[in-house]
Nanobody, 122 residues
Framework: QVQLVESGGGSVQAGGSLRLSCAAS????????LGWFRQAPGKERERVAS???????RYAHSVQGRFVVSKDNDKNTLYLQMNSLKPEDTAMYYC????????????????WGQGTQVTVSS
C-alpha cells in the first residue's frame, strides 16, 4: 500500500547543490519517521539524515552542516537539500519511512523507495 518514489538525482560538480524529493502515497506520512540513506559500491549503507514525526532532525557526521532534511506534510513529501557536494557523496540515495514515528538508532524501516543516483565529479 505504501509507496515511496525518489527524484532529483543527477550529476553535479564538486561544490554544487542538489535537491532530492521523496513523494509518498498510500499513507499519510505526518506521523512517520522518515529517513535518507545512501550506498556506494563496495561500502555499507549509511543513514545520512532523518526527521521524526515531531520534526526533530538528525544527521550523519559526514554530512553535518551541508545537508538539510525537511518535509511537507501537506504535500506528503520528504526532501533532502544537499549543498557543498563532494565526490565522496557519490552514491545511490534512498528514502525510507516507518510508522513508529521516532527515528531511533537501528530502526528497521518498513518502507523503501527505489533509489536515485547522485554523482559528484571533481
Amino acid at each position: 500500500q505504501v509507496q515511496l518514489v525518489e527524484s532529483g538525482g543527477g550529476s553535479v560538480q564538486a561544490g554544487g547543490s542538489l535537491r532530492l524529493s521523496c513523494a509518498a502515497s498510500g499513507t499519510v506520512i505526518r506521523g512517520y519517521c522518515l529517513g535518507w540513506f545512501r550506498q556506494a559500491p563496495g561500502k555499507e549503507r549509511e543513514r545520512v539524515a532523518s526527521i521524526d514525526r515531531d520534526g526533530t532532525t538528525r544527521y550523519a557526521h559526514s554530512v553535518q552542516g551541508r545537508f538539510v532534511v525537511s518535509k511537507d506534510n501537506d504535500k506528503n513529501t520528504l526532501y533532502l537539500q544537499m549543498n557543498s557536494l563532494k565526490p565522496e557523496d557519490t552514491a545511490m540515495y534512498y528514502c525510507a519511512a516507518d510508522d513508529y514515528g521516532y527515528c531511533i538508532i537501528n530502526l528497521p524501516f518498513k518502507h523503501w523507495g527505489q533509489g536515485t543516483q547522485v554523482t559528484v565529479s571533481s
